[in-house]
């Protein structure tokens, strides 16, 4: 069990630095406002996820924002735009996590995928709508964005966004998970012997 333990807490390092390097691959995808990027940093987290259990998945969302914010800072001061990203990857990571672990096979990580990131995209909308965006606003010491403006910005930028992101990734993953299936399982059951 404690060899295990060790072996688990290296592939997690591993994999958040790995999550962490993709993260700063980022790009815009236009029209999208240039706030707005993409990245495949929520990869390795999934992968996290479904060999070591939904905590490794989240750990790595974790450490990749630690260490993004730490190097590379943020622009209000205040880690909102890291906490933002932390909870967006959570939110895809444990539904798809999650449904795969009742679905095993191609169709059930399909599935997953497309269940987990629309439940990111609109719940991020949510999140936006009342947290995130008037964080922003406060920390950057701006007027804040009266609620129409904030709904027209939610329903034209961040949702659509969120859902192409999330079936980008999905496509990326499934290409990977396709060739790695195998691989995949073995070492989830591996972790998962005692």
């Known amino acids: 069990m404690k060899k295990l333990s060790i072996k688990a807490l290296v592939a997690i390092g591993m994999l958040s630095s790995i999550s962490y390097i993709l993260m700063l691959l980022n790009f815009p995808i236009p029209p999208f406002p240039q706030f707005l990027m993409i990245d495949f940093s929520d990869i390795p987290a999934l992968i996290a996820a479904l060999i070591f259990g939904p905590l490794a998945g989240i750990l790595v969302e974790l450490i990749k924002n630690i260490l993004d914010y730490f190097m590379t800072g943020s622009a209000t001061g205040v880690p909102v735009g890291h906490i933002a990203n932390f909870v967006a990857g959570i939110l895809f990571v444990l539904p798809t996590y999650f449904i795969y672990s009742k679905m095993k096979s191609k169709k059930g990580m399909t599935f997953a995928l497309v269940i ?42 961040i949702l659509p966004f969120n859902i192409i992101k999330g079936f980008i990734i999905a496509i990326v993953f499934m290409l990977i998970f396709s060739r790695m299936s195998i691989w995949l399982k073995k070492q989830s059951l591996n972790s998962n012997a005692v």
């Open 116 to 157: 987990g990131t629309l439940i990111m995209a609109f719940t991020m909308s949510v999140l936006n709508y009342f947290i995130i965006l008037p964080a922003y606003t406060f920390f950057l010491n701006t007027p804040l964005m009266s609620a129409p403006e904030m709904r027209t910005m939610i329903v034209t930028g």
